[in-house]
Every structure is written in C-alpha cells, then in structure tokens.
C-alpha cells in the first residue's frame, strides 16, 4: 500500500523544511557563538567567550605562557583532541545557553587530562617524584596551583 501523491509531497516537504530548520539554526549558532575557535590553537581564542578573561589574563602573567590552552587543556593525538574539542565544545554551548554559567569549572575528565600534559610535558623533572612519593589520586595541580594560569 502506497501513500497518495499529494501525502508524499507534503511529508517530503516537511522533512526538507525541519532539516533545513535545524541546520541553518545550527550554523546561525556556531558561527555567532565562534565555534570555529575550537579548531584553531591561539589561546586568544579562548577570550570569545567573556567567562575565559581572567582565565586568560591570569595565563598571559604566568610562567606557562608560551605554552597554548591546547598544550594543556586536550589530549595529545589527532583523534582524542578532536573528540575532546567536541566534547567540550557541546558542554559549553549547552551550560552557556541553558545556564546562568559566569565561571567555568574544569570537570574531572578534563583534569586528568591536563595532569597527564603536565607529567608528559616535565617527565624528566618528576621522574624522580612520581609516583613514589605522590600519593595516587593526587594531581600536579594539586600543590602547583598557580603553574598555569598564575591564581
């Protein structure tokens, strides 16, 4: 059993009107929220976003600002930076179109991440240290506080 001529032209174009709907709505959004500056590695990027100033600020004073938000904030490898980038691309624009967000907390996912740069990064320096004398489940960021962004 077919659908009549005239169901099909109408259901056809109300899928082509919702799909079309949902892209240029989805464009619109990426575009005026600066999406595309999850693909580049200038930290100045991370300031379109109002909330990242003094996070950005506090890293231009500190000893860590020859290093991008990147180096430190994504995974090394093509594939976990991008899913990463996505992930937390997708966490922003919901918490900042949903939410009331005017700080940014870094979740637990993304620490692990940032410690594992600062291991990767110094392993020559705390070879020594780690893991003998660090308790487990402790971060680097845990005693060095201010490395990154100089709070």
Known sequence: MSLPMR???SLGLT???TVGLVLGLGAFTFIYGKG???FVDDP???VNCHVMKDNYDSWAAASHRGVSCNGCHVPSGTAAKYLSK??????????????DVQVLRIRQPNQRVVDA??????ARLVSDVFP???????YCFDCHK???HGF
């Open 117 to 122: 740069n600062c291991r990767s990064c110094h």
């Open 36 to 38: 595309f500056s999850y």
């Open 44 to 46: 100045a990027a991370c």
């Open 132 to 138: 003998a004398r660090v308790r487990a489940g402790r």
């Open 86 to 99: 996505a992930r937390n691309g997708w966490l922003h624009s919901y918490a900042f179109t949903f939410r």
């Open 7 to 9: 169901l099909r032209t």
């Open 146 to 148: 201010g490395a990154g």
């Open 15 to 17: 899928l082509a009107l």
